[in-house]
C-alpha cells in the first residue's frame, strides 16, 4: 500500500510540475518590456524558496541528531543539504540565465549572486567534511555541528548581505501584481536596478526648491539608453515631472533627495503591469511553489531512505567481516 502511494505521488508531482512548465507559456502573459523572458520568475524564485526551506530542514535534522543521536535523522540532515545545495544551483542557473537575455551576461558578481556562490562554497564545505571522516560517529556529530553553523549563515547571505548596498543589478521588484518596489538611493555616478531596467544617476541640479535628476534608462537587453529627468519639489516634499520609461506606463519618479550626500531616491510607478490577468500568473506562480516544495519533500524521504539502506548493509558487511 505504501509502495503504490509512492509510486502515485511521484506520478502526480511530475505531471504538477509538467502542468506549470507547459501554463508559464500557454497561461501566462508576457512581461511588459521582457517578453518571454520574464516567465523565468515562475521557476527561479520557487527553486530559491526550497533551497532555504531544505537548508532549514537540514538543521533541523541535524539539532535532532545531535539531541538524540538517532542515525536517521543524520541521514535526513544530509538529505535536505544535499537537495538545498541542487536547488540553490538551479536558482542560480535560472538567475543567470535571465542576466544574459536581460543585461547580455550571466554573471556580474550581483551581491546576491555573491552571497549564493558563497553559500554553494559553505555546504560544499560541508560535504567535503563528511567525506573526509572515516569514523561513522564522528562525522555524523561534526557534520551536525556544521550543519547549524552553515544554517546561521544562510539568512544573512540570502536575505541581508544583498540588500546592504543599493547599487545592484538584482532586480529589486516582483513583478507579480499588487507587488511594490522599495526603490534605489543613489548618488552622481552611481547606477542600480528598478525593475528589470538599470538607472544610473547622472547629476542633480537645483533650481530654487525644485531638484531634477538626470537619469540614464537602459533597456533590457542593453538595446538603447535613454535620458529621463524627473523632479522633485524640496519645499513640498512632493514629486513633480513622473516621466515614463521608453514605451511604457512605467513612470520614473524621485521620491526624496538628499543634498548632503547628493543623492537621490529613485523609484517606479506601475499603474498596473497587466501581468496577471484574472490571477492566472498568480496561480501558476504558487502551483510552481507548491509542486517544487513537494518535489523536495519527495527527493528528502527518498535519499533518506536510501541512506539508511546504505548504512544498513555496512553495517552488515561489517559485522561478517
Not at 541581508?160 to 555616478?189: K, M, W, Y
Amino acid at each position: 500500500m505504501a509502495q503504490r502511494m509512492a509510486q502515485a505521488a511521484k506520478l502526480l508531482i511530475g505531471v504538477w510540475i509538467a502542468g506549470v512548465a507547459v501554463a508559464m507559456f500557454l497561461v501566462v502573459p508576457q512581461y511588459e518590456g521582457l517578453g518571454n523572458a520574464g516567465r523565468i520568475i515562475i521557476m527561479h524564485v520557487p527553486t530559491a524558496w526550497v533551497s532555504v526551506l531544505a537548508f532549514s530542514v537540514s538543521a533541523l535534522f541535524s539539532g535532532l541528531y545531535l539531541w538524540r543521536g538517532q542515525p536517521k535523522h543524520d541521514d535526513y540532515a544530509l538529505a535536505a543539504a544535499e537537495s538545498g545545495f541542487l536547488f540553490t544551483v538551479l536558482a542560480t542557473i535560472t538567475g543567470a540565465i535571465f542576466s544574459q537575455v536581460v543585461w547580455g551576461v550571466y554573471w556580474n558578481w550581483d551581491p546576491r549572486q555573491t552571497s549564493i556562490f558563497v553559500l554553494l562554497l559553505i555546504y560544499a564545505a560541508m560535504f567535503a567534511l563528511r567525506s573526509s571522516i572515516e569514523d561513522v560517529a564522528r562525522r555524523r556529530q561534526l557534520s551536525a555541528v556544521y550543519s547549524l553553523f552553515a544554517f546561521v549563515t544562510m539568512p544573512f547571505l540570502i536575505f541581508v548581505a544583498p540588500r546592504i548596498s543599493d547599487s545592484t543589478l538584482h532586480p529589486n521588484c516582483a513583478f507579480l501584481q499588487g507587488s511594490t518596489c522599495g526603490g534605489v538611493e543613489l548618488g552622481v555616478g552611481t547606477l542600480g536596478l528598478l525593475g528589470d531596467r538599470k538607472v544610473e544617476l547622472i547629476s542633480l541640479d537645483r533650481v530654487g526648491d525644485v531638484v531634477t535628476a538626470k537619469v540614464e534608462v537602459t533597456e533590457p537587453g542593453m538595446t538603447s539608453v535613454t535620458a529621463l529627468s524627473p523632479t522633485y519639489d524640496l519645499a513640498s516634499h512632493t514629486i513633480l515631472n513622473r516621466p515614463n520609461f521608453p514605451g511604457l506606463r512605467f513612470r520614473l519618479v524621485v521620491e526624496g533627495v538628499n543634498l548632503a550626500t547628493n543623492s537621490v531616491r529613485l523609484n517606479i510607478e506601475a499603474p498596473g503591469t497587466g501581468l496577471i490577468d484574472n490571477g492566472r500568473t498568480l496561480l501558476t506562480f504558487l502551483a510552481s511553489i507548491f509542486g517544487f516544495t513537494a518535489l523536495f519533500f519527495w527527493i528528502l524521504n527518498v535519499r533518506a531512505t536510501l541512506l539508511g539502506v546504505e548504512w544498513a548493509l555496512a553495517r552488515r558487511e561489517g559485522a561478517r567481516l
